[in-house]
């Protein structure tokens, strides 16, 4: 049966996302207070793709692959013709950000619905494209058109959490079970607004540290006040930094939102009394990288700006501004420096820049055009885990979703049916332009 004019069941939709969003108390990433069991997802999602697998006389191959207990990935492919070639949706997920039920509106963990909108956590991120993806494969199994590609659906474990490796779709990578996707595109199924997204950035994730020396706030000519040293230090990087990680000019042909950034988001000190200029203070923060610049090379950087901070011969430390006329970061007569420490948190990770000359690309606009009538492109310098390994590896990464952006990673997460409904059809669309050349 041919898969033209083919249209989401929302009954079937819906009912397969409530079950998924019943499982999101479990599916919580943020060890080690909330360990996920993605099976609580797989399950939901076999019970529906099973029926129709080769085991049951179906075309579906099924596979689930699983590296540590209760936290499987799924592959299931639908298969084409003999060499006739391969095209694979990835990165749908089955693990959710945390949600404090306290500060929603609604009950996160339950699927409720007004309207078009789709309530729950995961809705948007990634739960309902899981639904989504299944539901798409379930027709293809049930209908059992004649393709020339093979079509492959990968659903993951351990997307929100990049600390702990070994469980997702890295150690599927890494043992070559998806090395088949590279003859064809890739379109990872876990971004927003319905619309390509054609760029990400890298994040480096920092601590700055300042070292003074304590003292009574009414004497603080005889202080290293490490909280204006940490200020003073943070805009002395942050100049040098936008120095060298100037707007790259690729940026504006991609459309980011935003250059390169480093900015703090974090701020701490071991405590006191207001009367009492505490000893040291640290300021965290992050570096976003559009993925024109190398991210180690960014890092290398700052640590250069930070050693020429604490090397008395460079006077870069004397040269910072002051707060007022009792402010100073060197006590010579006591032979005190203020003292600078960056680390770096335990991961960073890489934008990407999709290819805009491959078929991927090329069938991907022409699938938004057909489907909403137009195909405008974005890309921002949020950051999405493995997508930039996955294209040096040789993958030919795009990036596709349905979700809202306004809700990613939020209270009272929703999404909306209206905007899956459409998601199928480009899903359908791409199989289709895929199926004609």
Known sequence: MPIEGIELDDETFVGLLGKLIGESKHLQNNPPEFVP?????????????????????????????????????????????????????????????????????????????DGDKLRGRGT????????????????????????????????????????????????????????????GPLYWVDVADSQPCIGTGGIVAWSLKAKGKMFHSGLPHKSINPLELAMSSLGYMQQRFYADFPPHPEEERYGFATPSTMKPTQWSYPGGSINQIPGEATICGDCRITPFYDVQQ????????????????????????????????????????????????????????????????????????????????????????????????????QCIGFGRMATYHANDEYALLSDFRKGFEVMRELVLHFNAV
Not at 77 to 92: A, H, L, N
């Open 37 to 113: 069991k993605e099976d609580r997802a797989a399950r939901h999602v076999l019970e529906v793709l099973q029926p129709l697998s080769q085991e049951n006389g179906g075309p579906l191959r099924i596979r689930h692959i699983s590296y540590v207990e209760g936290r499987g990935n799924i592959v299931v492919e639908y298969p084409g013709e003999q060499d006739g070639g391969i095209m694979s949706f990835v990165g749908c997920h089955m693990d959710v950000v945390t949600a404090n039920p306290d500060t929603w509106t609604f009950d996160p963990f339950s699927l409720s619905i």
């Open 124 to 183: 948007t991120d990634c739960l309902g494209h899981v639904a989504l993806v299944t539901e798409f494969f379930r027709q293809l199994g049930e209908r059992r058109p004649k393709l020339k590609r093979t079509i492959v659906g990968v659903y993951i474990a351990n997307e929100e959490n990049s600390k702990i490796l070994g469980i997702g779709i890295d150690e599927m990578v890494s043992r070559g079970e998806l090395d088949s996707l590279k003859a």
């Open 298 to 397: 960014v890092m290398e950087k700052l640590r250069g700006y930070v050693d020429d901070l604490n090397s008395a011969s460079s006077g870069a430390l004397e040269a910072l501004p002051t707060a007022g006329p009792c402010s100073k970061y060197v006590l010579p007569e006591e032979g005190l420096r203020g003292k600078l420490e960056l680390t770096f948190f335990d991961s960073y990770s890489k934008g990407i820049a999709c290819n805009l000359d491959s078929v991927g690309f090329n069938a991907m606009t022409t699938a938004f055009s057909k489907v909403y009538g137009y195909c405008k492109p974005y890309a921002i310098t949020g950051s999405l885990p493995c997508i930039r390994e996955l294209q040096e590896a040789g993958y030919d990464v």
